[in-house]
């Protein structure tokens, strides 16, 4: 037995008896960018016994001024970001079992991994897909974590189900939506500032400290040097459709359309199919082979660039559709290069 959490364990709150609870816990992050790497790096270097990670991405260069686990290598060769972080996080620490997967977060993907999960971790940039978590967590009785960020501005606050007021009952509350990555930039030390944030509601959740756990919904901006902390309690609804008496769980329903989707500061469109499919990339590699473009392959993706286009395949069936935030134009040459 080596020492390599024997500064964690000095750390009376935690000790030998929470460092054991904290390596038999599984903790499940939706999302391998900023928050996303930061949680999962702290975490395994913690010791957290499991860890699932999520995301439908790949590893880009302007990820690298905050995305802590990448480095330029991913970004050449545009590993998936769950396939990057796992080998690095593997490399921190070999303990940890690590569950990495190339996909979306829906209701579909997420709910068959929430089994024996104990903490669920938002590292999302979107509110979709926070509405899904914050209605898984309260069927499956899972705490989870909100975590946002944009230019030097955080939030986080912790969700027990029936104790706090959900995501849901906060919706028209309190000050969450408007933010968006692609007008005003971020700056790393903010993406740090909610994963520590969450990280050590995360760790107070695993080692079952509920009284040290925070009630209040933080959020700072670390340019303008503010910072406040809101009492949120009397928000609880008793008919939220998620956290009520008869809840519904109205983001789990989903219909079996194609969607699409205008990534966040990306000018890139998101496709993905009707019915959960898988591509052959040598297949289709062939295909395309036959157009007028550039294939480039790796064992995850398969690219395609045509004029200003670029055109991603991964191998659940999505597309994502580089130079254009036109859903329409993004859809017309998916059909066409697929067929
Ligand atoms: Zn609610």
């Given at each position: 037995?080596?020492?390599?959490?024997?500064?964690?364990?000095l750390?009376q709150?935690?000790?030998?008896?929470?460092?054991?609870?904290?390596?038999?816990?599984?903790?499940?992050?939706?999302?391998?960018?900023?928050?996303?790497?930061?949680?999962?790096?702290?975490?395994?270097?913690?010791?957290?016994?499991?860890?699932t990670?999520?995301?439908?991405?790949?590893?880009?260069w302007?990820?690298?001024?905050?995305?802590?686990?990448?480095?330029e290598?991913?970004?050449?060769?545009?590993?998936?970001?769950?396939?990057a972080?796992?080998?690095?996080?593997?490399?921190v620490?070999?303990?940890?079992?690590?569950?990495a997967?190339?996909?979306?977060?829906?209701?579909?993907?997420?709910?068959p991994?929430?089994?024996?999960?104990?903490?669920?971790?938002?590292?999302?940039?979107?509110?979709?897909?926070?509405?899904?978590i914050n209605?898984?967590?309260?069927?499956?009785?899972?705490?989870?974590?909100?975590?946002?960020?944009?230019?030097?501005?955080?939030?986080?606050?912790?969700?027990?189900?029936?104790?706090?007021?959900?995501?849901?009952?906060?919706?028209?509350?309190?000050?969450?939506?408007g933010?968006?990555?692609?007008?005003?930039?971020?700056?790393?030390?903010?993406?740090?500032?909610?994963?520590?944030h969450?990280?050590?509601?995360?760790?107070?959740?695993?080692?079952?400290?509920?009284?040290?756990?925070?009630?209040?919904?933080v959020?700072?901006?670390?340019?303008?040097?503010?910072?406040?902390?809101?009492?949120?309690?009397?928000?609880?609804?008793?008919?939220?459709?998620?956290?009520?008496?008869?809840?519904s769980?109205?983001?789990?329903?989903?219909?079996?359309?194609m969607?699409?989707a205008?990534?966040?500061?990306?000018?890139?469109?998101?496709?993905?199919?009707?019915?959960?499919?898988?591509?052959?990339?040598?297949?289709?590699?062939?295909?395309?082979?036959?157009?007028?473009?550039?294939?480039d392959?790796?064992?995850?993706?398969?690219?395609?660039?045509?004029?200003?286009?670029?055109?991603?395949?991964?191998?659940?069936?999505?597309?994502?559709?580089?130079?254009?935030?036109?859903?329409?134009?993004?859809?017309?040459?998916?059909?066409?290069?697929?067929?």
């Open positions: 037995m080596n020492d390599r959490y024997s500064r964690q364990t750390f709150p935690i000790g030998e008896k929470g460092q054991k609870k904290i390596s038999s816990k599984h903790v499940l992050i939706v999302g391998a960018g900023a928050l996303g790497t930061g949680a999962a790096e702290n975490l395994v270097r913690a010791g957290i016994g499991k860890l990670i999520l995301d439908r991405d790949y590893v880009e302007s990820n690298l001024q905050r995305q802590q686990l990448y480095t290598k991913d970004a050449d060769t545009r590993l998936p970001k769950a396939v972080a796992r080998q690095r996080l593997q490399e620490n070999s303990e940890t079992v690590i569950d997967r190339v996909v979306d977060a829906t209701p579909l993907e997420l709910e991994l929430l089994d024996g999960v104990d903490v669920i971790m938002d590292a999302t940039d979107n509110f979709d897909i926070r509405m899904i209605d898984l967590s309260q069927k499956h009785d899972i705490p989870w974590i909100y975590g946002a960020c944009v230019g030097s501005y955080g939030i986080s606050y912790t969700i027990l189900p029936g104790e706090s007021p959900c995501l849901h009952c906060l919706m028209d509350q309190v000050p969450l939506g933010l968006t990555c692609d007008t005003a930039g971020i700056i790393s030390p903010a993406v740090q500032m909610v994963t520590a969450q990280t050590v509601e995360a760790m107070k959740l695993l080692v079952e400290d509920w009284d040290a756990v925070r009630k209040k919904l959020s700072f901006d670390l340019w303008t040097n503010q910072h406040s902390s809101i009492g949120v309690s009397s928000v609880k609804k008793d008919d939220c459709p998620s956290c009520g008496r008869e809840a769980y109205p983001f789990l329903s989903y219909d079996q359309q969607k699409t205008v990534l966040c500061g990306r000018d890139s469109v998101q496709i993905r199919p009707a019915a959960k499919q898988e591509w052959d990339l040598t297949v289709l590699a062939e295909t395309l082979s036959g157009q007028d473009g550039k294939v392959q790796n064992p995850y993706l398969l690219s395609f660039t045509t004029g200003d286009k670029r055109m991603v395949f991964f191998k659940d069936g999505r597309a994502l559709i580089h130079g254009t935030q036109d859903t329409a134009e993004a859809k017309t040459l998916y059909h066409r290069y697929t067929g």
